[in-house]
């Protein structure tokens, strides 16, 4: 017989310090469960997010943390493999375990009305500001972000509304079970912010990507809302081939909805809504970045297709407060500014660069990036990567994170990445450690800089070193 897992039970999570688990940990304790969990180390922001929450976080996957105390239900996180000492003895000793997705469908969503966001770029920012126009128009969503909201300092929330909204991620699941994660949301209303190759750990080629966005659009019902960027030609290649209905968004005029004079003025952007080439009205935010622009469109469009007010919808997007490590300003000191961004993929750093320069017009774009990602540790992107920094006048390379992990032919050579971007023009160095990238940047700082991290790890706190430095 299935064990009842009810409020009060105690759940055990693995790998728990991931932005979705740790999100998901603050939600079943919200809900009454008891959370404990592991993970090979707590860092930012989610290791201090699980300290405030008082949820308990053992370092390591012991077994013995599990055995001293058998959880009720273990929920098994897409870092931990099959050959994971814990995951091991939770098999061994039949103790129910289940996925992230299945536990959050079962304990959290339940029959509430689906927002979902996905795309390979903009997912949790496009989130916050679906959040940010539904709480202005008066409802309570419920949500769960892949980051921690500025303003609310946390990434999810029960909400009290029949609605929830998450991020759709097409990674996969977990070991024992390769679907991607959105194939378990079943939304009633879809974004699809963007569609291009990554997590080159489980996919072959952009066509085996597109093939799972397929079967996404598949399962959202018939009275359903679906809503695309066709900027993205591997995206119209999918809804070319589909019978169902949907709503296109872009910078071309032959979406259904549009963008014109797009303008970026003392921090705030403003730009005007077309829909079928007629200007429905002009919105503002404190966001920069046309990219960012796009991320508005996409809700705007999704929340007037769903009836919502427009001026709900307009105190929404001005409202909306973005998320943590989105660039997000960590610190000033000395008049240089230091800012913390996720952005690990080139397409995503190019329009984070392009986005700061357009706002800091007359400052010194200094770029710090580190190789972390399972995708950008590889040499897919090796000849795009260069033109990826144009936007910066100075930029610092750290070496490959954890190279012995990825096979030597595959791996990305960070010295021709160097060499093609001096060949561009561009001041770039080399450097093996955090500490080396420290003694290299600091001296060379100046009054006005503008010093942007971007990694998709805790990148060794370095943005808070360098202010500490400085």
Request: charged residues 25%; proline residues 4%; negative net charge.
């Amino acid at each position: 017989m299935e064990k009842i897992i009810k409020p009060g039970s105690y759940i055990y999570i693995m790998g728990i310090c991931g932005t979705a688990m740790a999100a998901l940990a603050g939600l079943l304790k919200e809900k009454g469960y008891i959370i404990k969990g592991s993970d090979s180390q707590t860092y930012p922001p989610m290791g201090d997010m699980l300290k405030r929450l008082d949820i308990e976080v053992n370092i390591g996957y012991f077994p013995v943390d599990i055995a001293e105390n058998k959880p009720d239900l273990v929920i098994i996180g897409n870092v931990i493999r099959r050959d994971n000492p814990q995951a091991m003895y939770v098999m061994i000793e039949n103790i129910p375990y289940m996925s992230f997705p299945e536990a959050l469908n079962k304990f959290v969503i339940g029959n509430r009305k689906r927002y979902v966001v996905s795309g390979t770029h903009g997912k949790t920012t496009t989130t916050s500001m679906l959040i940010s126009v539904l709480r202005a128009a008066g409802f309570d969503p419920g949500f769960m972000v892949g980051g921690i909201l500025n303003g609310d300092n946390k990434g999810f929330h029960l909400g009290a509304s029949d609605m929830f909204v998450l991020e759709g991620d097409e990674y996969d699941t977990a070991f024992f079970d390769k679907q991607p994660k959105f194939m378990h949301y079943y939304p009633d209303y879809l974004i699809i912010t963007s569609l291009e190759f990554d997590h080159a750990d489980i996919y072959r080629d952009v066509e085996s990507i597109k093939e799972q966005f397929g079967k996404l659009i598949k399962i959202v019902p018939e009275n359903g809302i679906i809503i695309y960027n066709n900027d993205w030609e591997h995206l119209n290649d999918i809804f070319k081939n589909t019978n169902r209905q949907f709503l296109t968004y872009g910078i071309s005029k032959d979406a259904r909805w549009s963008l014109d004079n797009v303008l970026i003025n003392e921090g705030k952007m403003t730009f005007d809504v077309l829909r079928d080439n007629k200007l429905l009205d002009t919105f503002e935010t404190y966001l920069s970045g046309k990219h960012n622009a796009l991320n508005c469109l996409s809700v705007i469009a999704l929340c007037y297709e769903t009836g919502m007010d427009i001026n709900h919808i307009k105190k929404g997007i001005f409202g909306a407060k973005g998320v943590k490590r989105r660039q997000e300003i960590k610190g000033i000191k000395h008049d240089i500014t230091v800012i913390d961004d996720f952005a690990h993929h080139p397409t995503a750093i190019s329009e984070t660069l392009s986005s700061l320069k357009e706002t800091y017009k007359d400052k010194r774009l200094v770029a710090i990036f580190e190789p972390r990602s399972n995708t950008t540790r590889r040499n897919i992107f090796q000849d795009i990567f260069p033109k990826s920094f144009t936007f910066a006048q100075k930029v610092i390379i750290k070496d490959v994170y954890e190279p012995g992990n990825i096979p030597q032919n595959e791996l990305l050579d960070t010295k021709k990445l160097i060499d093609d971007m001096q060949k561009l023009h561009i001041d770039a160095s080399l450097c093996k450690t955090t500490e080396e990238i420290l003694v290299n940047l600091l001296p060379c700082l100046k009054k006005g800089d503008i010093v942007v991290a971007m990694s998709n790890g805790a990148f060794d706190n370095i943005c808070e070193r360098i202010l500490e430095k400085l």
